[in-house]
């Protein structure tokens, strides 16, 4: 059994268009917040955690639906194309909107521009869980690490096109010094990424025919299926596969509060303990995320190897070390150096080792007609972290020291370990190999 790369990239389009959209969403709309319309950054982050909070309600809801709707299209299909409809027309309102209010301030503009806001907010959250479950349903159960590492990947590519887009229309040379910038031909480009990848997907990815070819391959597996018939027909999950999966999404929020903690304050944390300006905590995290991106598909076949679980700790233990050397790296120099960035390299793979493997675990723990649902629960529980760490770590910069942004950050990674401990499901045992079949890894 082997993956099938080239549907797995086609399915990774959808991921494409979403981190696409978000990389934009969390570079540029604050800056039409604080510049345009004049907010504080009381209210610019207030409506800048939004999604977040949004994503509590509309993740779970969406992707519980999508498990019960049954279309021509398959469940999945429908809302990734209605939601990527509707987000691209609000997308190009929100240009519109800035360059009129600059043009002549309103208040109805002001309101306008936050409602649509809203709108798009809510229009991307219909179809981030049932674009993530479409992988799962289309791949079989032992497979899904080496698909989500592919899946991650996509989604970083889909960061560097809007990266490099923007680096290409607005140089510094071209917007420094400007009192208004127009952000229209981005927000169009955008929007044309969302949709040529989406069309893409439609005209590859028949969802019916191949979720249909999964079952049935999982029906010849039954050892696959963790879910037990209760006795009237319906499947349950035994006592001991829920407890796995509730301290496997305590994991998941424990590890976010502690590695968001750090995306989140980290540019801050420089500036006040080390005096050092943003460009080299931008390099920084830059690194972490291109040590990521380059650890997605070895961290996929690891896994495949050493198993799910295994590979996630690892991760844990690496990501605690590294924030644990970032506080003695932080307070014992005053400059940024080569060793931190060594140290944010490995960040980036450790980060990697948890993040491809962990909702693969998650979803390993339900029956097919549920992967909506527990991908919802992944993201309850990874959304819910990222709407608290960002406070308390705040609060707690402001009332000890900035210095704990770091044993802040180790300590909830390390309380990770000790939930993980506790997961005796979800993982996918590794394969032994025989004869010839022990080189077909070798020929991916």
Known sequence: ????????????????????FWQMYDSVIPLILTKTFHM????????????????????????TLSDKTNTRLGKRTPYILGGTIVAIILLNILPILDNSYYAAESH?????????????????????????????????????????AIINLMGAVGGIIYLAVAAVLYPNSKVLGLDHVNYGPLFVIVSAIMTVAIIALLLTIKEPKLAAENRALEAQHPEWNLAE????????????????????LASIALWF???????????TYVDKVMGQGLGGASTCLLIATGGAIISYIPIG???????????????????????LAGFFLTTAFHSINAIMFIVFALVGFAWAAINVNSLPMVVEMCKGSDIGKFTGYYYTASMAAQVVTP?????????????????????????????????????AAPEAKHGLEAFEDMED
């Not at 076949?301 to 924030?323: D, E």
């Open 1 to 20: 059994m082997k993956l099938n790369n080239k549907r797995t990239v086609l399915v990774g389009l959808a991921f494409l268009s979403i981190c696409a």
């Open 40 to 63: 504080n950054e009381t209210f610019s982050g207030a409506i800048m955690a939004a999604d977040n909070i949004l994503a509590l309600f509309l993740l779970p809801f969406f992707g």
């Open 108 to 148: 109805g503009k002001l309101v306008a521009f936050v409602v649509v806001l809203g709108l798009l907010l809510i229009a991307m959250g219909t179809y981030r869980s049932p674009a993530v479950a479409l992988m799962p349903d289309v791949t079989p159960k032992p497979l899904r690490s080496r698909a989500n």
């Open 229 to 248: 018939d209760d006795g009237s027909g319906n499947e349950v999950l035994p006592a001991n596969v829920k407890r796995s999966l509730g301290f496997l």
């Open 257 to 267: 509060i502690g590695y968001n903690g750090i995306t989140t304050w980290f540019t």
């Open 301 to 323: 076949s690891l896994a495949h190897r050493i198993g799910r679980k295994k590979t996630i700790m690892i991760g844990v233990l690496i990501l605690a070390a590294c924030f």
């Open 391 to 427: 406070i308390v770590a705040g609060t707690l910069m402001r009332s000890i020291s900035y210095k704990v942004l770091f044993p802040y950050a180790a300590l909830f990674v390390l309380l990770s370990f000790v939930t993980m401990t506790q997961v005796k499901h979800g993982d």
